[in-house]
């Protein structure tokens, strides 16, 4: 190693709560719930109906994973924040599977206010 150049420590990269493409599955097969407030804003900031939502949530890649956060409402519950740029809008995004009813939640979809976009 030449004087002045220092060798990058890797970082690893966080990992999503629960699989992506399993994500995707619940989304294909119907298995999903938008809370009325995340269908709200989605409208309120882009114009979005369902059927942009749900395009755009097959848009998600693991690049767009940003962290996981434990719900205070419910121990079972572990929400996956995304930030992502779709559709040319900046879009935040938590979800989280309810395993008691197998199903998808989309519970908060609104416009990201931070910098950093992946």
Partial sequence: MSKGKRKRKHVPRPRSFYELSEVIQKIDSGQFTIRKNAAQRAFDDFGWETDEIIKALKLLKEKHFCKSIASDRNPLWVFDV???????????????????KGR???NSFKQDQTIYYK
């Fill in 104 to 106: 998808l939640i989309i």
């Fill in 82 to 100: 995304y930030k992502a740029r779709l559709f040319g809008e900046k879009v935040y995004i938590h979800l989280y599977i309810d395993n008691t």
